[in-house]
Every structure is written in C-alpha cells, then in structure tokens.
C-alpha cells in the first residue's frame, strides 16, 4: 500500500556550518572587533552572547542569513527573548524539529476534512499518510502544501 512520512527535521552538519561561518563573521566584522560576541551551537540550541542587546539583533539577522543560504528553513527558529545581565546580552535561539502532537493532530484533522480515500496516523515525530493510490496520496501532500503551518515540512519515505 502507497505511503509517505510527514516530518520536520533540519540538517545537522549545515546547520554546524551555518553557525561556523556566522562566528567567523562576526569576528571579522569592524562593528564586533574587541567585543567578545559569539555563537554557540550544542544539541539543537544555539546561544548568542554579546556585550549589547542591538548586536544581537546583528547577530540574529547573520544567523538567519547564513542559515537560508545554506538550504535551511528559517521558520523552524524558536527566537526567545534576550536576557540582558550587567555587561553582557544573552539570547537562545532553538531548533525546532519534529511534528509534535499539537500540529500532528492539525494535520490529521486537515486530511480526514478534506474527504480524500488516504488515512493519516501520528507516529513518534511524524504522520504517516497511506493510501491506495499515488495520484491520492499526491493530493494529501498538496493539500498539506497549502495548510500554511508554522513549521517547514518535509515529504519523505515515499513509497509505491
């Protein structure tokens, strides 16, 4: 039976690159120079630390620059609000990845309202949609296409 996976996921090692190549911008930035402003990348987390608030906002827009130059979705960015501490600023910039239970059950409502012969199930960070033919399951993944969620998704596993 026809079948394919709805996921959330992003790149690791683009993601690493992406952060490497905004540190080595800010670095060499003249606006940065004697600051002590950096990135740190550590289990889908990034953390931003500066001297002012405004330069991490700079830092915020490097990030999200290299980040989509490097095929990676900027929506999938949880931006938190910075901590400003003495001296120093501090912001957390999440990953978000995987289809959790809230926007699963979104998108399983979505395809059962739209009375199309496909089934949709929520597996661990993932929908699994199955169907009896690929031009239906086809029209789930338009249909899912045009549900406007705040999270990028991915269409894998497609199977015939």
Known sequence: ???FDIVSEVEAHEVT???DQASREVNQRFDFKGTNAKFELKDGVITMSAPADFQLKQMLEILRLKLSKRGIDVACLKVEEPVVTGQTARQVVTL???VDGELGKK???QIKDSKLRVQAALQDKQVRVTG???DDLQEAIA???KGGY???LQFTNFRD
Do not use: E, F, H, Y
Request: proline share 10%; hydrophobic share 35%; charged share 30%.
């Open 143 to 145: 249909l899912v296409r």
């Open 150 to 152: 705040d999270l990028p």
């Open 17 to 19: 690159n992406a952060v």
């Open 132 to 134: 009896k033919s690929r």
């Open 1 to 3: 039976m026809p079948s």
């Open 107 to 109: 998108i399983q409502r």
């Open 96 to 98: 978000r990845q995987g």
